[in-house]
């Protein structure tokens, strides 16, 4: 498995190109904004880009979807949860004054236990709601994408619009199960690892 991750747009969200290097297929989790820069990421690996999924849907995390479809129409993955959020995003964007095209409502829903694959990885999909309904958190082995449940030192917010303080407890104690060697690229920030957080 080879990352590549590029940190785009005005929240400096960490959108991640993740190829199987045995097939050289590939799926971008969090295109968030910046396309042009995304589309870039995606020729410079020359890997098959297969499919685009959400952690969530804030607009810091889908802000670049629209403009890679344009090159590649491949499916958008999220939680069904969070279709509130992706249909309030555009209202987002406007509050904070940043320009923004909506995407369309998924095209594949996506549950708490289910596996998704490209090429020969396969991820667990594990439903962590708090900073948003249908947030979830991508994992394969000791390897977890998680979006705005855990930052280096942080955690996601849950002030905003459909958040949920007690969810995020939840969803919290659940993540602190993994292994303390799992390894956290987080939407925001560097990466951690769970036993770092723990500590």
């Keep these: 498995m080879k990352v590549l991750s590029k940190t785009v747009g005005a929240f400096q969200e960490n959108a991640y190109l993740v190829v199987d290097e045995t097939t050289n297929e590939a799926v971008f989790i969090d295109p968030g ?43 958008v993955h999220m939680h069904p949860a969070d279709r509130p959020v992706l ?51 991508f994992r394969n082995g000791t390897m977890a994408f998680g979006g705005d449940l855990l930052f280096a030192g942080s955690i996601g917010r849950t002030d905003l619009p459909y958040a949920d303080p007690a969810a995020m407890e939840e969803s919290l104690e659940k993540i602190a199960q993994l292994d303390d060697a799992t390894v956290v690229h987080p939407g925001h920030g560097p990466v951690t690892t769970i036993g770092q957080e723990k500590a």
């Design 33 to 75: 904004a910046e396309p042009d820069a995304l589309i870039d990421l995606v020729r410079q690996s020359g890997a098959e880009l297969r499919a685009i999924w959400l952690t969530h849907a804030h607009l810091d995390h889908v802000g670049g979807i629209v403009g890679v479809r344009r090159v590649w129409k491949v499916p």
């Design 87 to 137: 249909e309030r995003a555009p209202v987002s964007a406007a509050m904070y004054g940043i320009p923004f095209e909506a995407p369309d409502a998924p095209d594949v829903l996506i549950e708490d236990g289910q596996r998704l694959t490209v090429g020969t990885l396969a991820f667990d999909v594990i439903h962590t709601p708090g900073h948003a309904p249908g947030h979830v958190v």
